[in-house]
């Protein structure tokens, strides 16, 4: 008797298309790490308080306060000296190349704001940052 052979044929499984997805993953995961690296930032470059400097000075600004007293109704002040009403066009006018900082109570009505911003205008201004404050008790 002869000895049998089973028929030639290659069962062995082709890595070729795993191969192929291997490589695919590789790429995939070192394209998604260079994108997560550019996520990141120095954490010197923040402006945290110990990093923080201030390169140049602010620039200069007419500041305009506006309070309500109880007894003595709305009070004016120019930088921190008191003034009328009547007198925040002067105070405008003297530098007519700075902005206006308006500084007032939350207890200041609209209707009184906008009267306070026609005086700034015609002080000739129209850049005017608005603020709200807080009188300390």
Do not use: C
């Not at 602010?58 to 007894?71: G, K, L, M, W």
């Not at 003595?72 to 530098?95: F, L």
């Not at 109570?105 to 002080?123: C, F, H, K, R, S």
């Amino acid at each position: 008797m002869s000895k049998y052979k089973p028929p030639e044929s290659n069962d062995s499984p082709d890595l070729t298309p795993m191969i192929d997805v291997v490589f695919l993953l590789i790429v995939f995961f070192m394209v998604v790490a260079q994108r997560m690296s550019e996520q990141y930032i120095a954490l010197d470059s923040l402006a945290i308080a110990a990093n923080a400097q201030v390169s140049e000075q602010p620039p200069p600004r007419t500041i305009i306060s506006v309070s309500e007293d109880p007894i003595n109704g709305y009070q004016y002040y120019w930088g921190e000296q008191q003034i009328d009403e009547s007198a925040i066009t002067d105070a405008v006018k003297r530098h007519p190349d700075w902005s206006v900082l308006l500084r007032v109570t939350p207890e200041i009505t609209q209707a009184t704001v906008d009267d306070i911003l026609q005086l700034i205008a015609a002080g000739g201004q129209s850049k005017v940052i608005f603020a709200v404050f807080e009188v300390a008790q």
